[in-house]
């Protein structure tokens, strides 16, 4: 009935009169909204008009000034409501941010980072990623994870003198916590973007902390949407992976930097490293990989090769370690590219303890530094309190003997997977063996 007023423009009082005989708007056509989100279509016009449903015959014509007052009384009742729930979506700004209508065309025009392969992926094929990210409870494993989450509330709360008056962006907010963080450290303006559906219940927390004036929300990927500023003077985010560059979200935050970041501008976290270090555990050796040369009597060695190439994700036993650890890479977040997370680099570990290595175990440290009275970091070290991104273990195929102080020479190569850039594939050369790895 409302999208048949709508198109028609009838009168109330040729509406009544349209009562007396087939309803005329008893057709497919006024299925299809009118006005898209029209507010009265979302709500209850009975409970409105606080009458029942009024049933009409041939003999209602001496009623019609009282269904004419009561008609118009409903609709002063259903513009009040129509315009209180306009203020409540001007309100939720912020859930569409008017011209952005959620994401952008493919066809909009794209910063400087736009090589990267992650910028080229079109929505559909990265939607998978971020339904990962829209389930709460990859969320509440994050919120949960204090190293992490207090490092960053940390740095915020200690450099409070970084964050006064700035306009602050974060990259993938999730919950929005990184957002209130900085809101609560004195910026002027925070924009937090975030492209899964958790940014919904991520709106909800900002008001129930009513900090939906300083927090704008933005549903979309910063690849492809227009911010409401020309430019920013911090950016955060917590865009570190398995092995730190797994999933590959720091190249967004690239894409961000170098669209959105004011020229005396800051990215945070600012360095991060990652750092190698040699395993030996003979016994979990033998239970994954040996475990399939006898298999209740059967010979099931080709599932070592179905085996081996997969990384292994897990809290290793720090007393497993035996070597020194190596930095292999260092990324200062202000001016690395994209190209440049792709590398070879050789390495050497320092032997701790005679014995055999039977892995090799990488993990990642993390710094705010830049600008910062008070440097925060946190390490994702073996040796180091457990985080949610745990170590990352290759596993040889077959065990190297080794020596106190030797070293035991190497050589790396991290590149992304061609067929999903969001998945890494990491190549391993250690005492004469020779190993891709793949994290997916």
């Not at 990962?132 to 450099?159: A, P, Q, W």
Request: net charge negative; with cysteine; hydrophobic share 40%.
């Amino acid at each position: 009935m409302i999208n048949y007023i709508r198109t028609s423009k009838c009168s109330a009082e040729s509406l009544l009169l349209a009562l007396n005989g087939p309803v005329p708007w008893n057709s497919d056509e006024y299925m299809k909204p009118v006005l898209p989100d029209d507010p009265l279509l979302q709500i209850d016009v009975e409970e409105l008009s606080e009458a029942a449903a009024v049933t009409l015959s041939p003999s209602a014509g001496d009623r019609v000034p009282a269904l004419l007052q009561r008609a118009s009384q409903a609709e002063d009742r259903a513009q009040r409501a129509e315009e209180a729930l306009a203020r409540a979506m001007e309100d939720l700004h912020k859930l569409k941010l008017l011209a952005q209508g959620l994401v952008l065309n493919a066809g909009t025009s794209r910063g400087p980072s736009c090589s990267g392969a992650i910028a080229e992926l079109r929505e559909d094929e990265d939607e998978a990623y971020f339904s990962s990210y829209g389930h709460y409870s990859i969320h509440e494993e994050m919120l949960k994870d204090k190293v992490r989450t207090e490092s960053y509330r940390d740095f915020m709360y200690r450099n409070m003198d970084v964050f006064k008056d700035k306009v602050v962006l974060d990259v993938g907010c999730g919950t929005g916590i990184l957002s209130m963080f900085a809101a609560k450290a004195g910026a002027r303006k925070v924009i937090a973007v975030d492209q899964s559906d958790i940014i919904y219940q991520a709106m909800d927390i900002v008001r129930s902390n009513k900090l939906e004036d300083t927090i704008t929300l933005i549903k979309g990927r910063i690849e492809e949407i227009d911010l409401p500023v020309e430019k920013v003077d911090i950016i955060i985010s917590e865009w570190m992976g398995y092995f730190l560059l797994f999933e590959s979200m720091l190249d967004s935050v690239l894409y961000a930097r170098d669209r959105y970041l004011a020229e005396d501008g800051l990215v945070f976290p600012d360095r991060c490293n990652i750092s190698l270090a040699a395993v030996g555990d003979t016994q979990k050796h033998s239970d994954r990989i040996a475990f399939w040369d006898d298999v209740y009597g059967f010979k099931m060695m080709c599932m070592k090769k179905a085996v081996i190439p997969e990384a292994v994700v897990e809290v290793l036993k720090p007393e497993t370690v035996i070597s020194e650890p190596a930095v292999i890479k260092t990324i200062d977040c202000g001016t690395v590219t994209v190209s440049e997370l792709d590398f070879t680099v050789g390495f050497s570990l320092k032997i701790t303890a005679s014995t055999f290595c039977t892995a090799i175990v990488g993990y990642f440290d993390i710094f705010f530094d830049k600008s910062c009275g008070n440097k925060v970091m946190f390490s994702t070290a073996p040796d180091c309190t457990k985080t949610h991104w745990k170590q990352t273990v290759f596993l040889l195929e077959s065990p190297i003997p080794t020596k106190t102080g030797e070293e035991l020479p190497g050589q790396i190569t991290v590149h992304k997977n061609r067929k999903d850039p969001r998945a890494l594939l990491i190549t391993l050369e250690v005492a004469g063996q020779k190993q891709t790895y793949s994290l997916q």
